[in-house]
């Protein structure tokens, strides 16, 4: 028998589908970098500094990422403790810190980057390019109405584009590390994404 949805059951059915599929990618995500040593949550720390413009501080990271700096603060703390990021003073301003990324750190970095690439390319097979254009098509206004609904120090409708219009960067500025991934699964998921 065909499932039938009111109004309000359908958008709580999609609330609850967008909710479960970011904890599933999450999860995914987290898999795929742990066996370099790596949280997800770390992982896009280090995408985060490796990104943004020097000096990078907590605050530029939880911006960029959409976190609070307490919640940067405590991901840091354990990648200091586990030697992937160190943090610096500031030289022009003693009270500033900065992020930078420990050599052990490039080196979880590198391989967990190609490692999420193609879990990208393996979970976006299963879409069309015109089935993505979409979904980024409906997804963009709801994050922009979710920024304001939101905590303020998480970003706003101004700098919330920027993971849209700076993918061509992120990714040109990662083709070293994207490289390192599998011609073979590179090309399989093309061909998926084609049909």
């Known amino acids: 028998m065909p499932e039938k949805f009111t109004e309000e059951s359908l958008g709580f059915k999609a609330w609850m ?5 970011r904890d599933l990618f999450f999860r995914c995500e987290d898999r795929a970098v742990s066996e370099f040593g790596l949280t997800a949550e770390q992982w896009t720390v ?8 020097d000096p990078v501080r907590p605050t530029d990271v939880g911006r ?9 603060s405590m991901i840091v703390d354990r990648m200091v403790r586990a030697g992937l990021v160190t943090r610096v003073r500031d030289l022009p301003d003693r009270r500033a810190i900065r992020l930078a990324i420990t050599d052990r750190g ?3 970095f590198k391989p967990a980057t190609a490692a999420v690439w193609a879990l990208i390319q393996e979970i976006l097979a299963t879409l069309t390019r015109e089935d993505v254009r979409t979904l980024i098509r409906l997804l963009e206004p709801l994050r ?10 998480a970003g706003s409708p101004e700098t919330a584009g920027c993971e849209t219009r700076d993918v061509a960067d992120i990714v040109r500025q990662l083709a070293p590390y994207i490289q390192t991934s599998s011609p073979e699964g590179r090309r399989q998921g093309r061909e998926k994404r084609r049909k």
């Open 64 to 72: 960029w990422l959409g976190h609070k700096v307490n919640t940067v």
């Open 106 to 108: 490039e080196q979880a």
């Open 144 to 153: 922009d109405k979710a920024l304001e609904c939101g905590d303020s120090r």
């Open 46 to 53: 280090l995408l985060a500094i490796k990104y943004l413009d």
């Open 17 to 21: 589908l967008l909710h479960r599929t």
